[in-house]
Nanobody
């Protein structure tokens, strides 16, 4: 089992920045890709960004390209999401996810991830 703990959420004005962190614990030696998803009020959870274990494959949702940056530090079992130029529509609960099989690449679909964090709230005021 792998446990994921997110941090870094909060309230920020539009145009501001936040950095989310997600640290994995437990059987992390098999962890592959890690990703971020978000769920806005009244909407389904959606893909934000993903990164493969070596960091060579990185994907972003079109809505965050150029504003968000995903990175990871495997020595710390941590993935980050740097969010700049935040918009009101970025308001959501952000979830960290991890692939537990170690397969190569990085996925953009929820079914490709085996472990999920509890989520951290990001609120952007307009």
């Amino acid at each position: 089992q792998v446990q994921l703990l997110e941090s870094g959420g909060g309230l920020v004005q539009a145009g501001g920045s936040l950095r989310l962190s997600c640290t994995a614990s437990g059987r992390t030696f098999r962890t592959g890709a890690m990703g971020w998803f978000r769920q806005a009020p009244g909407k389904e959870r959606s893909f934000v960004a993903a990164i493969s274990r070596p960091g060579l494959s990185i994907y972003y949702a079109d809505s965050v390209k150029g504003r968000f940056t995903i990175s990871r530090d495997n020595a710390k079992n941590t993935v980050y999401l740097q969010m700049n130029s935040l918009k009101f529509e970025d308001t959501a609960v952000y979830y960290c996810a991890a692939d537990g099989t170690g397969r190569p690449g990085a996925g953009r679909a929820e079914y490709e991830y085996d472990y999920w964090g509890q989520g951290t709230q990001v609120t952007v005021s307009s």
